[in-house]
């Protein structure tokens, strides 16, 4: 063999082995990747479990504790249709 195709001969090979490699390390970036996003998953996953677990025994509607004032007062229906009807007014005057 003449030297031209030895060398010409090695360097494919040397090639071929580069791609090799290439295809490894992405395979092996692909892999970690995969690896960190089913890690970030599961953290997510199990915080939603955490808080839903933390809200699961907190009643919205229970009787407030200590010194609560009361915001709302229950009006009978007349006298809150004559408040709407009056609200109704004042908007269609002003414009608002």
Known sequence: MSSLSYSLLESFLFCK???????IKS???????????IGCTLIFYYGIL??????RDYHRYD????????????DNIESIFEQS?????LF????E
Request: glycine share 6%; aromatic share 14%; hydrophobic share 45%.
């Open 17 to 23: 082995g580069v791609r090799k490699m290439n295809r």
């Open 27 to 37: 395979m092996i970036d692909a892999l970690w990747i995969f690896f960190i996003f």
């Open 50 to 55: 955490w808080v839903s677990d933390e809200y």
């Open 63 to 74: 009787e407030p504790k200590g010194r609560a004032v009361k915001v709302v007062q229950q």
């Open 85 to 89: 009807m009056e609200r109704l007014h």
């Open 92 to 95: 269609l005057r002003h414009g």
